[in-house]
């Protein structure tokens, strides 16, 4: 324990942490040290870590319930539910379907009615260089707006759709149309209270449909600004991968995207887990009785059409 290390590695969020080896069990105190980082830092990167699948899983659940990816069934490690297989090297012959996985920034599982607590990632093989990752504190992105734009959106739904999975019209359309009918819209809050922390962040992206109650105009500008002000250069860290690093972020708070800046011939493999969060947002239908505005019904009907 006292070999354990957390150096921080950005401003608005980011550390590493060293001097722990996470193919042994965790002991208490090493688990809630590593635990106030992850609330504090959001994103920890555990690097020259050489889990088995195991290992990862074992590591992951000492942090929560993990996820057996039932949203996305094909896409798992065969002998293991809880690992998503997100790379470009071809599976069974064919191009695999995570290749262009998280091309635009989101919250992991927003399109499901329960998203993500956190997700743990582990860098198995990548190109020599680029296919970096970013992720943008959420907290900040909230808290830096003005009282009356933060009031303005208090109070506001989101609706969000996985059909708006950057790439996903290049995956097998029976895989496509199974994620789908899996997956119908989701409302989620547009502002969220962190359930440990008790901050307000934004729960914004790339993969929602419109904002209930607003026109497709209105709900166009809204989240555009919104959008832009999340990704600032302020609330970004960009993580350059080596192989065998793990990486573990808070996904109540955080928004990421996988960059393409790298050779797509040269192989990449990473290994997901996923913690189940809390069920946050309401399933979305043509009969959903709860939306009683017009306006908020025809949003509704247009994002499932």
Request: glycine residues 6%.
């Amino acid at each position: 324990m006292s070999a354990l290390q957390i150096q921080p590695l950005g401003y608005a969020l980011g550390a590493q942490v060293t001097g722990v080896d996470l193919r042994r069990p965790l002991d208490a105190q090493t688990r809630s040290t590593i635990n106030d980082a992850w609330l504090r830092h959001l994103v920890l990167v555990f690097p020259g870590q050489d889990l088995s699948t195991a290992e990862q899983i074992a590591f992951s659940r000492a942090f929560g319930e993990l996820d057996d990816h039932a949203f996305q069934p094909r896409y798992t490690h065969p002998e293991h539910r809880e690992i998503l297989l997100v790379t470009n090297k071809q599976i069974g012959g064919k191009p695999s379907d995570t290749r262009n996985t998280g091309r635009n920034w989101h919250t992991d599982l927003t399109f499901t009615a329960r998203p993500a607590k956190g997700a743990l990632l582990l860098c198995r093989e990548k190109p020599p260089v680029g296919g970096d990752t970013m992720w943008a504190n959420m907290y900040l992105a909230y808290e830096t707006l003005t009282p009356r734009m933060q009031r303005f959106i208090d109070d506001l739904e989101a609706i969000h759709d996985a059909s708006l999975v950057k790439g996903l019209e290049q995956r097998d359309p029976e895989k496509v149309a199974e994620m789908k009918r899996l997956n119908p819209p989701v409302a989620h809050p547009l502002v969220r209270v962190h359930p440990e922390t008790g901050r307000k962040s934004l729960l914004v992206g790339q993969r929602i449909r419109g904002l209930i109650g607003l026109s497709d105009a209105e709900s166009a500008a809204v989240l555009g600004f919104l959008n832009e002000h999340a990704q600032s250069p302020e609330f970004v860290y960009r993580h350059r991968w080596s192989v065998n690093d793990l990486v573990m972020w808070d996904n109540r708070c955080t928004q990421h995207i996988a960059l393409p800046d790298f050779d797509q011939a040269q192989p990449r493999l990473m290994l997901r887990c996923s913690l189940k969060g809390e069920a946050t947002g309401r399933i979305l239908t043509a009969t959903t009785s709860a939306l009683s505005d017009r306006e908020a019904l025809m949003q509704s009907l247009a994002a499932i059409a």
